[in-house]
């Protein structure tokens, strides 16, 4: 079965950063659009950003526009998403999944915890 794994969520301090990793099995993250989410307690799961490893192209949240950054290494099979200035309110569990909308995710990732607090 096909497998996403995230790492890198921890407890950090408002205005730090987080780098989180999704890795997974080659085809998978060459063939399809690799979506970061998260889901806040007692709140819907939202996306956050997602990326075409074929031509690179992004998008973006609006609340994460300007501050969080998805990139891909193909050698290395991995989707990252860079997180800085974390607010508050950036907390959640955040999930890596094929797609750029809840709807159409075909493959889940298991999460990684953000905690941003002081």
């Known amino acids: 079965q096909v497998q996403l794994v995230e790492s890198g969520g921890g407890l950090v301090q408002p205005g730090g950063s987080l780098t989180l990793s999704c890795a997974g099995p080659?085809?998978?993250?060459?063939?399809?659009?690799i979506g970061w989410f998260r889901q806040a307690p007692g709140k819907e799961r939202e996306g956050v950003s997602c990326i075409s490893n074929n031509d690179k192209s992004t998008s973006y949240a609006d609340s994460v526009k300007g501050r969080f950054f998805i990139s891909g290494d193909n050698a290395k099979n991995t989707v990252y998403l860079q997180m800085n200035s974390l607010k508050l309110e950036d907390t959640a569990v955040y999930y890596c999944?094929?797609?750029?909308?809840?709807?159409?995710?075909?493959?889940w990732g298991q999460g990684t915890p953000v905690t941003v607090s002081s």
């Open positions: 999944a094929t797609g750029c909308r809840v709807d159409d995710v075909l493959i």
């Open positions: 080659k085809f998978t993250l060459n063939y399809y659009v």
